[in-house]
């Protein structure tokens, strides 16, 4: 069942000038209660853009987004948005277990029991014994994952996550890709996932929509068949994980293989 539906979306941005930019053009995609799905498309190709519309932050220009049947008109409270930027926002001030209670606050939960979700959380996403830690005592990976387990202690039903993992190492990307996966598994929380790392999308999903150049469009709809649970090294040697990958690369970068 579709727990999230964007339709003819468009946005186009005013600039200072008068003259205006068209970000995304009609796109529409569903996304089924329980998915993981990524949103895969070239930098600048409007994916933020696409994730503020339907975090209800921005207005679209033109169509709309629906999340269980209700139109998305301003900040939806089964809906949460993780940032690309997480280092920048994440609370400076606060701790560890203060970031995550942020969301537990605003939800007004009792103090002892917003305790206990909070360190639920942070053992959840590994960060046991790091509560008292400020972020910028933490790597870069770490606080990422702070940005998760703050994002989750709003209980979300959807996940909206914006290139999550685009500014750590490679090892700590697989290493948060993993951890991300059982979170997946053990919540049950829908992930609508952006990146532009087409091989992640892959690792990750049960299906992706592939974007377009700006104003970027779907011009692909890719079903992941791959099982489950995944394995960095055997999924990704897997022969249908690397058809799947050219058939992407193809679509989007079909320069690759003449040069320049
Ligand atoms: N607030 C804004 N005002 C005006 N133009 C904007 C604004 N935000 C984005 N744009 C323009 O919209 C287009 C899409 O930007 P957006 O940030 O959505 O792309 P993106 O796919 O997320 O890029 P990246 O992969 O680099 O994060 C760009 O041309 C950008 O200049
Ligand atoms: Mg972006």
Not at 2 to 30: P, W
Not at 31 to 43: A, D, K, M, R
Not at 97 to 106: A, K, P, Q, Y
Not at 213 to 235: D, F, H, K, Y
Request: net charge negative; proline share 4%; glycine share 10%.
């Amino acid at each position: 069942m579709s727990i999230l539906d964007v339709e003819g979306l468009s946005k186009s941005y005013r600039q200072a000038g008068g003259e205006s930019t068209l970000a995304i053009e009609n796109i529409s995609f569903q996304v089924n209660e329980g998915e993981f799905v990524s949103l895969v498309g070239p930098s600048g190709c409007g994916k933020t853009t696409l994730l503020m519309c339907m975090a209800g932050l921005i207005a679209p220009s033109a169509g709309r987004v629906v999340v269980k049947a209700a139109e998305v008109d301003g900040p939806p409270r089964n809906l949460v948005l993780v940032f690309q930027e997480y280092n920048k926002s994440l609370f400076a001030w606060r701790t560890v277990l203060g970031n995550v209670l942020f969301g537990l606050e605003v939800k007004g939960k009792p103090a002892r029991e917003a305790e206990e979700k909070a360190s639920y959380l942070i053992g959840l996403v590994g960060l046991d014994g790091f509560e008292r830690h400020y972020p910028w005592e933490l790597s870069g990976g770490m606080q990422q994952r702070v940005a998760i387990a703050r994002a989750l202690a709003y209980e979300p039903e959807v996940l909206l996550m914006d290139e999550p993992f685009g500014s750590v190492d490679a090892m700590t990307r697989l290493e948060l890709e993993d951890g991300l996966l059982r979170l997946w598994k053990e919540l049950g929380t829908t992930i609508l996932f952006v990146t532009h790392d087409i091989e992640e999308a892959i690792y990750l999903s049960d299906r992706i929509y592939v974007l377009g150049r700006r104003p970027s469009r779907v011009i692909q709809a890719v079903e992941v068949r791959l099982g489950r649970p995944r394995n960095q090294l055997t999924t990704r040697a897997d022969a249908s994980f690397m058809e799947l990958r050219n058939e992407i690369y193809k679509q989007t970068a079909p320069r690759l293989s003449s040069g320049w």
